[in-house]
């Protein structure tokens, strides 16, 4: 498969009265055509920043993009202008926040903020963009699709909100979409039909998708591969089977075990200790020390590389041993 999306060595900061904090630090990955990617991580973790840095979001906040490429179909967007950009967002790449409500304007009906994105980014008149809108609104399982077309957003349920959001984003048809926590405010059913919904679209449509969630589960229901961040950068990449299996970052290991299993009479849920590290004051060497059970002398002085092993790659020493180890014996 071609790689529709080249992210390398993103960094992105936050400036605040003294210091730039780096929130994004020099992440590395790629999105192939007909993908689905899942980045996966506590909160504050820099999820939902590098999507806003993918999507050239940041303008209205202290962030800026420091440094790096974010290469979509060859063209890195890093190096737009703020109105080249526009022409991207809506029609090429598109994105789902996780709040439905900030997408939507309060005040104006369905329809019209359908039909404001769909005359942006096409050339249908206005009569073929109510009908591609109220088509479009059908697609996502929305049922009188004409009728809501004429109400605002606050008559609609949580889900069916969702809905239009992602009937919205796809209008267009993106090569890209990518969903920031789409399903965190929605009970556990519209959750399913939202995962069901988004897979449904990957498959017709073809189109790469970036799931950002800091739900494992989710993750393991709807994405090919999974990066998993943390403070900033990914300690570990692999495709979903082998993540599950055989996780190898302590972080990951500490995520998934703290996932409720079914047939388990634990008493007590299992849980990483302590919190992310505050952005004033990181950790040196691995920014994971301060939580890991692994924690070695050479973690508080150095920082990891990414090492490979079972075809995962992992941002942490112990497979610095292992290959060690494994090349004594040869």
């Known amino acids: 498969m071609a790689k529709l999306l080249e992210v390398n ?21 790629h999105l192939e055509e007909g993908e689905i990617l899942g980045i996966v991580g506590e909160s504050g973790s820099g999820k939902s920043v590098t999507a806003l840095s993918i999507m050239r979001l940041l303008h209205d906040t202290p962030g800026e993009i420091l440094s790096g490429e974010v290469n979509y179909k060859g063209t890195d967007l890093t190096k737009l202008t703020e109105k080249q950009m526009r022409k991207y967002r809506g029609k090429e790449v598109s ?3 996780q709040e439905p409500m900030t997408t939507l304007n309060p005040v104006l009906k369905i329809g019209r903020q359908m039909k404001e994105v769909i005359l942006l980014h096409t ?20 049922p009188r699709a004409k009728d809501i077309m004429n109400e605002y957003p606050h008559q ?46 990957q498959k017709k449509t073809g189109m790469g998708i970036i799931f950002i969630t800091h739900d494992l589960g989710v993750v393991s229901k709807i994405c090919d591969r999974v990066n998993v961040m943390y403070a900033g950068e990914i300690v570990e ?22 996932i409720p299993k079914l047939g388990h009479n634990q008493e007590r849920l299992s849980s990483i200790p302590g919190t992310v590290p505050n952005l004033n004051d990181m950790p040196k ?12 002398d050479r973690c508080h002085a150095e920082h990891p590389d990414f090492y490979e092993t079972d075809n995962i790659s992992c941002r942490c020493f112990l497979y610095d041993q292992i290959a060690e180890e ?5």
């Open 95 to 97: 994105m789902i926040f």
């Open 285 to 296: 060497g691995c920014t994971f020390s301060p939580r890991c059970n692994f924690v070695m």
């Open 156 to 201: 609609l349920s949580g889900g069916m909100r969702q809905r239009v959001v992602i009937a919205m984003q796809i209008s267009c048809n993106p090569s890209l979409l990518i969903a920031d926590e789409p399903t965190t405010a929605l009970d556990v059913t519209i959750q399913k039909q939202i995962l069901k919904l988004l897979k449904d679209i």
């Open 123 to 142: 050339e249908l008149n206005r009569k073929q963009a109510h009908q591609h809108a109220v088509e479009t609104l059908e697609s996502v399982g929305i």
């Open 326 to 330: 494994r090349m004594s014996h040869v």
């Open 237 to 258: 990449s692999a495709e979903t089977r082998d993540l599950f299996n055989h996780p190898k970052h302590p972080y990951t290991k500490g995520l998934i075990e703290s």
């Open 9 to 29: 060595n993103l960094q992105t900061g936050f400036k605040n009265s003294n210091d730039t904090l780096k929130v994004v630090r020099g992440i590395d990955f």
